[in-house]
């Protein structure tokens, strides 16, 4: 045993060791498939529920089945999970009505749901949508593209958990857009886009959540402002100017036929789904 002043470094060492190790496990964590993620899949067709579910744990995500909207809301109360698969058409509590209950609870109203509806009913997205849910697929449907639509919620969840998704200053499709929110300040390939109040608030509001649908009565409300009123015909006009602003960039802004726009950073989204 030494003097005291000789344990310092012992001390030092043995923290900093603690300190790789805790360091190299959260890398690890991160490394493996988000093992701490949960689902509930609320769907009444056992094939499509054990579908969704087979390829939502393949990605390391733990799944839970409802077979009703009432157990469904049940289970997303009592567990919150980390993202709900709900289908429209269910037994006893229909999945608008659960995701209005969902979206109503305090607990859950961040919880995000992605909506499985019928393909074509674009009445019933619009409705999912304004309802609180966050994307849908539209059955039949490929489990490649509802894993992707889910690792985009989940990636939106991890930037919301590190504040990127509040940052001043935005930067998309690999660096080529950039929003400056402080500044008002677009810049499309380093160069400076020159956008009404009006698109600028409609790019960065379609923007804050690449590859998620807005309907345009939710653009409507985003964008509103002291002296815009805008109708769901103006918003086209908007869309068609920004885009013309956006030159090389316009692809990014997407519509989705009868339903509303989408903002796609292309490159990164269909990376994501290739991989798949
Ligand atoms: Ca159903």
Redesign the pocket.
């Known amino acids: 045993m030494g003097p005291p002043t000789a344990l310092f470094p012992v001390v030092f060492t043995k923290s900093t060791h603690n300190l790789n190790i805790i360091q190299r496990s959260l890398r690890d964590t991160s490394a493996v498939k988000t093992p701490s993620i949960t689902a509930i899949v609320i769907?009444?067709?056992p094939e499509i529920a054990d579908l969704i579910r087979f390829h939502l744990e393949r990605e390391g995500i733990a799944t839970t089945i409802a077979h009703s909207g009432q157990r469904g809301l049940e289970l997303v109360t009592s567990t919150v999970p980390s993202l709900v698969v709900l289908?429209?058409?269910?037994p006893d509590l229909n999945g608008l009505q659960v995701c209005q209950r969902v979206r109503a609870n305090a607990a859950t109203a961040q919880t995000p749901i992605i909506m499985v509806t019928a393909k074509g009913s674009e009445s019933d997205i619009i409705a999912g949508l304004e309802a609180g849910a966050d994307d849908y697929v539209t059955k039949p449907f490929s489990p490649k593209v509802l894993v992707a639509r889910v690792r985009t919620t989940l990636r939106r969840l991890q930037l919301a958990a590190t504040g990127a998704d509040k940052a001043d200053r935005r930067e998309l499709i690999g660096g080529r857009l950039v929003i400056d929110t402080a500044r008002h300040v677009v810049l499309g390939d380093g160069v400076p886009v020159d956008l009404t109040i009006t698109e600028f608030r409609l790019l960065n509001f379609l923007a804050q959540r690449p590859g998620f649908v807005r309907t345009r009565d939710q653009i409507i409300s985003a964008v509103h402002g002291q002296n815009t009123r805008l109708s769901t015909r103006t918003v086209d006009v908007h869309v068609t100017a920004l885009r013309m602003k956006l030159r090389d960039l316009q692809s990014a802004i997407e519509t989705i036929r009868g339903v509303g726009y989408r903002f796609s950073e292309v490159g990164s989204v269909e990376a994501t789904v290739v991989d798949g």
């Open positions: 769907e009444d067709e289908d429209l058409m269910l």
